[in-house]
């Protein structure tokens, strides 16, 4: 019987690729570029299934591209799949999945540190000290927020949002309060309130998570009206995607004092991060690193191994979109 075809779009932990090679006949690609436009169109003739990652460019224009795809399966290294255009894969019969859960801890642990990070100035101080201009202890250096017993607002209440909310509410006292488009019965947090807008999240928090998937519907949810309620000396914490922020109103919200920091692990145009953001010092910058442990991308590509082996022995791949 022959074997499917699987192309992975960038290397992974090898026992990733050693599962999935049990499974099909494997070809990895060599370098971490990604597929561009033409790439995808190709890859999508070549190949039954591929493993793609954050950055290929499977969008409405790549299926069109392709009249007949050979491609049944993409298979998501990840739990966003903003750079997939879901619907257009559909419509070639295409089934999209993707890696809830395996970046669950990971994320939310990227978003406290984040937290921590931003509110006690430990970006700036590392920069002092690398560049030998620490000049010893003082009272008065280097003062930053306190974050213990503050209060915590959460944008996206779903896994990494509770996870989130866990470890400030059980770790540091925070009180917590959200916005999420569906009623939230019970988040697993005491004390924890739905508040019925950003804008009311933004007034009530000292602290805000943003914890929401990337794509059309919540692009630019983050904008300038939503910025003009936060309330003085909030610090914004991302670790979502950085469409999902307008980049201009915020770096116009952090410049006029309107917020007071922000941690940022992802960008509008990722790998590039405006000069405005990165000459703050009050703004924590993050390439992008929040699943970045061995451990949890394994976890992740076993996730989408498990999708694929799901497909090609005829079952619905437990993580479909």
């Given at each position: 019987?022959?074997?499917?075809?699987?192309?992975?779009?960038?290397?992974?932990?090898?026992?990733?690729?050693?599962?999935?090679?049990?499974?099909?006949?494997?070809?990895?690609?060599?370098?971490?570029?990604?597929?561009?436009?033409?790439?995808?169109?190709?890859a999508l003739l070549a190949y039954d299934?591929?493993?793609?990652?954050?950055?290929?460019?499977?969008?409405?224009?790549?299926?069109?591209?392709?009249?007949?795809?050979?491609?049944?399966?993409?298979?998501?290294?990840?739990?966003?799949?903003?750079?997939?255009?879901?619907?257009?894969?559909?419509?070639?019969?295409?089934?999209?999945?993707?890696?809830?859960?395996?970046?669950?801890?990971?994320?939310?642990?990227?978003?406290?540190?984040?937290?921590?990070?931003?509110?006690?100035?430990?970006?700036?101080?590392?920069?002092?000290?690398?560049?030998?201009?620490?000049?010893?202890?003082?009272?008065?250096?280097?003062?930053?927020?306190?974050?213990?017993?503050?209060?915590?607002?959460?944008?996206?209440?779903?896994?990494?949002?509770?996870?989130?909310?866990?470890?400030?509410?059980?770790?540091?006292?925070?009180?917590?309060?959200?916005?999420?488009?569906?009623?939230?019965?019970?988040?697993?947090?005491?004390?924890?309130?739905?508040?019925?807008?950003?804008?009311?999240?933004?007034?009530?928090?000292?602290?805000?998570?943003?914890?929401?998937?990337?794509?059309?519907?919540?692009?630019?949810?983050?904008?300038?009206?939503?910025?003009?309620?936060?309330?003085?000396?909030?610090?914004?914490?991302?670790?979502?995607?950085?469409?999902?922020?307008?980049?201009?109103?915020?770096?116009?919200?952090?410049?006029?004092?309107?917020?007071?920091?922000?941690?940022?692990?992802?960008?509008?145009?990722?790998?590039?991060?405006?000069?405005?953001?990165?000459?703050?010092?009050?703004?924590?910058?993050?390439?992008?690193?929040?699943?970045?442990?061995?451990?949890?991308?394994?976890?992740?590509?076993?996730?989408?191994?498990?999708?694929?082996?799901?497909?090609?022995?005829?079952?619905?791949?437990?993580?479909?979109?």
């Amino acid at each position: 019987m022959t074997r499917p075809r699987l192309l992975i779009t960038r290397p992974l932990p090898e026992p990733v690729i050693e599962a999935a090679r049990a499974i099909c006949d494997v070809v990895v690609s060599p370098d971490n570029e990604g597929l561009d436009l033409d790439d995808s169109g190709l890859a999508l003739l070549a190949y039954d299934a591929i493993l793609a990652t954050l950055g290929d460019t499977f969008t409405a224009a790549a299926f069109a591209s392709v009249p007949e795809p050979r491609c049944k399966l993409l298979a998501n290294f990840g739990v966003g799949y903003n750079h997939i255009d879901v619907d257009a894969a559909r419509r070639k019969g295409i089934i999209v999945t993707n890696t809830p859960g395996a970046v669950t801890d990971a994320t939310a642990d990227i978003a406290v540190m984040l937290m921590l990070m931003t509110a006690r100035r430990a970006g700036e101080g590392e920069r002092m000290v690398r560049a030998e201009q620490w000049t010893g202890w003082n009272p008065t250096q280097l003062l930053g927020t306190h974050v213990t017993g503050k209060r915590l607002g959460i944008i996206g209440m779903g896994r990494i949002g509770r996870a989130v909310a866990h470890r400030a509410h059980f770790g540091f006292g925070m009180d917590v309060v959200f916005y999420n488009r569906s009623p939230v019965a019970d988040c697993g947090i005491p004390g924890a309130r739905q508040l019925p807008s950003l804008e009311a999240v933004m007034q009530a928090a000292d602290f805000v998570s943003i914890n929401v998937p990337g794509g059309p519907d919540n692009r630019h949810m983050i904008s300038a009206s939503v910025l003009a309620a936060a309330k003085p000396g909030l610090i914004l914490i991302n670790t979502a995607r950085g469409e999902v922020i307008d980049e201009a109103a915020l770096i116009a919200a952090l410049e006029t004092g309107k917020l007071a920091g922000a941690g940022l692990d992802v960008f509008e145009a990722e790998p590039y991060v405006p000069g405005a953001l990165r000459a703050m010092e009050n703004v924590t910058l993050l390439p992008h690193i929040g699943t970045s442990s061995l451990e949890v991308r394994t976890a992740m590509g076993m996730v989408a191994v498990d999708n694929i082996r799901a497909f090609f022995a005829g079952n619905t791949p437990p993580n479909a979109v």
